[in-house]
């Protein structure tokens, strides 16, 4: 598979993690770009988002997705977003551009955090709830 095949496989795969009838947190790039094509089989089935950018804004209006305002809303079921980098020990790098604020402040009202990323031999995906920590030794 090609890293953009990947991408939207983990995309996809993210759907089965999102709750209908909740309000659904969106991230930034092209994984999720991905995950917001796929959300759009689920419109029906999901109050609307919450998008980290303009872009993922654009993209989810576009699809008939309703978007919140993050101040609208009490709480997210999910925030989805991909990654930069994991490493074993699911410590994480995220991109360094004018969304991670906004990334940062909506992924902080989630119930959950979905996190993809893909790696050239195999996928990656995590749901983490957002308050805790754990590692996948058990430390």
């Known amino acids: 598979m090609t890293q953009d095949e ?3 496989a983990v995309g996809w ?3 089965q993690y999102v709750q209908p009838g909740t309000i659904v947190g969106v991230g930034t ?3 999720a770009a991905h ?3 796929a959300l759009g089989t689920m419109k029906g089935q999901i109050e609307g988002a919450v998008s980290s950018s303009d872009a993922s804004t654009e993209k989810l209006k576009s699809l008939g997705i309703h978007v919140f305002d993050l101040n609208e809303v009490d709480s997210l079921g999910i925030y ?3 990654a930069d980098e994991i490493n074993g020990h699911m410590q994480m790098i995220k991109g360094g551009g004018a969304a991670l604020t906004r990334e940062k402040i909506i992924a902080s009202v989630a119930e959950n955090l979905s996190v993809l ?3 050239p031999s195999r996928l990656i995906f995590w749901v983490i709830p957002a308050a805790s ?3 996948p030794d058990g430390t």
């Open 35 to 37: 995950f917001i094509d």
């Open 29 to 31: 790039g092209s994984t």
């Open 6 to 8: 990947l991408k939207k």
């Open 80 to 82: 989805v977003d991909g």
């Open 117 to 119: 990323q893909t790696l």
């Open 133 to 135: 920590r754990s590692y």
């Open 13 to 15: 795969a993210a759907l």
